[in-house]
RNA sequence: GUCCCCUUCGUCUAGCGGCCUAGGACAUCACCCUUUCACGGUGAAGACACGGGUUCGAUUCCCGUAGGGGACGCCA
């Protein structure tokens, strides 16, 4: 039997983590079984529902290089079939109309509540004439659930769990206005687009006992179940705005790679032995349901960092110098463009994410006129003025401008002052880069070339 | 309140009865490398929530307790 996911966001708020995991366990699990992996947007709730949450949803799967099969699949377009189905319940006596009032069911609610009982729709309606039903009143009509015994599920995470059915009430199909609720419309559409693994985030462990019933009332196979653990954020807490729950976009534009954030999330929750750093083709061959933890993770913002800083650097560089540019904010001519394709293997292995990159990059980027930062200012002042002269005439005099005739020539020239190498490669750090910190100097010269080097040390001493 | 789920270093986790003096990764600290900072290397510190069982033997199995999370909508 070929296998059949999909993700269903809501599209009321942006992609965040927990759901882009989601996307990527279903994903992974799917390509692994070299099934089908569909997506639906689940926007019943018209009100809430936007345009720009559907266009996030898809932008970070995008981003995140989760492809689905087929064409997007959108859930308000369904109702008819959704009424049907609570229709057909009804003519088959598994369903009943019930004309309580939303102020008749918080009541009941609320007593419930008060006097400690289950709080529960007590199923007034069930076996009542609809003679009696009051006028003015549009009813809802709701599934007649089993009342005995207990609904069973074999989850492909969390094991084998059983609810009581006493536990579980009538719920609402169709609403008083004749759409259908969530319950109902998740329960026909898996049918229909013959969903065979649902994942899903263990939120919705409770709701399946809920729509296993709707399933055997309509006689249909259901699906095999999996629910991962929540994420929380790092006080243990529901994830929040405060912690990570932004949408993937802030992460991109926090200059995160994807393929860092696939590898964190796919590590959250599910592992492999002791491996790390785990390709999408590793994982993809790799990923299995009894590997995914049941407890819930923590979102950890430095091994994120950790992990995108380790694929930064076995990135390829063509790809970096196009992000970089596009981060820079500032134009960059063609020779700016060589420069900092040349340098970016020294300036990777020194920054965390494209941010960082990024603003590093600026050395190379950038003419002879750069923003020299307060600590590289006071090296470029007293005796080290007469020392960069005299380094600048060197160089200028120097043939071969190669990383390693460059080291000749300024440790013969630290010789011939009498310092050490650091004495002088620190001013002229602060010269040619503006900072204190950079890529190896023999590299920066290197890199920079011969004029932009000289320039730079002109303008530092002038 | 009712029901369901979870519990190994600060964090993510390995462990599926003896291989465990509990392993790895991130973070922390120290040292090495070194023109700065990184990278890299070496090392240190750091956990089986608690209490009962079962067993020759429990981190691993069972039961409680505590703590955490989730669900109880004509939201999804």
Not at 2 to 16: D, I, K, N, W, Y
Not at 195 to 221: C, K
Request: hydrophobic share 40%.
């Amino acid at each position: 039997m070929t296998v059949v996911t999909r993700f269903a966001p809501s599209p009321t708020g942006f992609l965040h983590i927990g759901g882009a995991r989601t996307a990527l366990f279903n994903w992974l699990y799917t390509r692994h079984h070299k099934g089908r992996f569909l997506l639906r947007i689940e926007d019943t709730d018209r009100a809430r529902s936007t345009p720009e949450a559907i266009a996030a949803i898809i932008d970070g799967l995008t981003w995140l290089g989760l492809d689905w099969d087929g064409e997007a699949i959108y859930q308000s377009r369904r109702s008819a079939r959704h009424a049907e189905v609570a229709h057909a319940l009804l003519a088959e006596g598994k369903a009943y109309r019930c004309w309580c009032t939303p102020a008749e069911l918080d009541a009941m609610r609320e007593r419930a509540r008060a006097e400690g009982r289950p709080v529960r729709y007590d199923g007034r309606w069930r076996d009542r004439d609809p003679f009696e039903a009051p006028s003015g009143v549009e009813p809802v009509i709701r599934l007649k659930a089993p009342q005995d015994g207990a609904t069973a599920i074999a989850d492909g995470v969390q094991g084998d769990v059983t609810v009581a059915n006493a536990q579980l009430d009538d719920m609402v199909l169709l609403r008083a206005d004749g759409s259908p609720t969530y319950m109902l419309a998740v329960v026909v559409d898996d049918h229909d687009m013959g969903i065979t693994q649902v994942i899903r985030g263990s939120d919705h462990l409770t709701n399946t006992f809920r729509q296993v019933q709707i399933f055997r009332a309509m006689g249909w196979p259901e699906p095999g179940y999996a629910h991962i653990p929540l994420i929380h954020g790092p006080d243990g807490a529901k994830l929040s705005k405060r912690h990570g729950a932004l949408g993937l976009e802030a992460y991109r534009d926090m200059g995160f790679l994807p393929e860092a954030m696939r590898n964190y999330l796919l590590r959250l929750g599910w592992s492999h032995g002791d491996d790390e750093t785990i390709s999408t083709e590793q994982a993809i061959a790799w990923f299995g349901l009894e590997s995914v933890g049941r407890s819930p993770a923590r979102f950890d913002m430095d091994k994120l960092i950790a992990l995108n800083a380790h694929y930064l650097r076995e990135a390829d560089d063509d790809r970096l110098a196009e992000f970089v540019v596009g981060r820079l904010g500032t134009p960059v001519d063609a020779a700016g463009r060589t420069r900092l394709r040349a340098g970016l293997g020294g300036l990777k292995t020194r920054a965390r994410t494209l941010v960082e990159l990024a603003e590093t990059a600026r050395v190379y980027a950038s003419g002879p006129t750069i923003a020299i930062e307060d600590k590289a200012r006071a090296l470029l002042g007293g005796d080290n003025r007469p020392l960069l002269a005299g380094v600048r005439r060197r160089l200028a005099a120097l043939p071969d401008w190669s990383p390693a005739a460059l080291e000749a020539a300024l440790r013969t020239s630290a010789q011939a002052e009498g310092r050490n190498l650091g004495a002088l490669a620190q001013p002229l750090r602060a010269a040619l880069t503006g900072h204190t910190v950079s890529p190896g100097i023999f590299e920066v010269m290197h890199v920079l070339g011969r004029e932009l080097t000289l320039a730079r040390i002109d303008a530092a001493i002038e």
